[in-house]
């Protein structure tokens, strides 16, 4: 069974701070591995996605993400973080065999950043 | 291109009745999904469709869902009859294949409340 962990429940971080959320994963074999970011009363948005190649995944707004086999972690970066990032932010994750597109998520993670 | 849309999206109903939602998905994707995200989790894949076929629906509690997608584009979910743990946003998203790692694009949710 395929699972993923977002140890923080929230983030705070000052505008124009970096700022890191975390997430670890476990999957049978190679993962794919995605970002979703989740706006009051809307749905997710997709912001990145691994695959297979570099490490360092760059997605929308600015943010990447480094996947780390070894220590199967998958953490969303932004070098400098806006007030409008403040959101829920969901990671999941896909085994790479089997069929289905099938997605299991995280419990989120609030970012919020402050002036 | 437009996106996924739901209906309705907000719905009070008591427990012991019945609800339905739709789900029209943007325009080409084969694949359709329903999730079910009570507050503060992560969305938890109920169902998903191949065109108009079952792919996956592990996950659906069939006693009292029911998922529907006739025409291979827009599909219904129903639950009857409604507990009170089914309080929650439903989503729909959509994507190009399931082959691949597609990103799935989801619409605003429907927030379902059953007193």
């Known amino acids: 069974a395929q699972s993923v962990a977002q140890p923080e429940d929230q983030v705070n971080v000052a505008e124009g701070n970096p700022l890191t959320v975390k997430c670890t994963y476990s999957?049978?074999?190679?993962?794919?591995l995605f970002w979703y970011v989740q706006y009051p009363n809307r749905g997710l948005q997709f912001l990145l996605k691994?695959?297979?190649?570099?490490?360092l995944v760059k997605g929308s707004y600015g943010f990447e993400a480094e996947f780390n086999k070894s220590q199967t972690s998958f953490h969303l970066k932004k070098p400098s973080a806006l007030v409008s990032d403040s959101a829920l932010y969901f990671c999941a994750v896909r085994a790479l065999t089997g069929g289905g597109n099938k997605l299991t998520f995280g419990t989120g993670t609030q970012l919020k950043v402050e002036l | 291109e437009a996106g996924v849309a739901q209906s309705p999206r907000y719905k009070i109903i008591e427990k012991r009745q019945s609800v339905a939602f739709w789900c029209n998905p943007i325009s080409g994707h084969a694949t359709l999904y329903w999730y079910q995200q009570i507050l503060g989790q992560g969305p938890k894949l109920l169902i998903q469709?191949?065109?108009?076929?079952?792919?996956?629906d592990s996950q659906l509690p069939k006693d009292r869902f029911s998922a529907e997608r006739l025409k291979g584009v827009d599909s219904t979910l129903k639950i009857q009859p409604a507990k009170l743990e089914d309080s929650a946003v439903y989503l729909c998203?959509?994507?190009?294949?399931?082959?691949?790692?597609?990103?799935?694009?989801f619409g605003p949710g429907t927030r379902l409340t059953v007193t």
């Open positions: 691994y695959i297979t190649g570099d490490n």
């Open positions: 998203a959509s994507s190009r294949g399931q082959g691949d790692p597609y990103e799935q694009y």
């Open positions: 469709f191949q065109n108009n076929g079952v792919v996956d």
């Open positions: 999957v049978s074999g190679n993962p794919y």
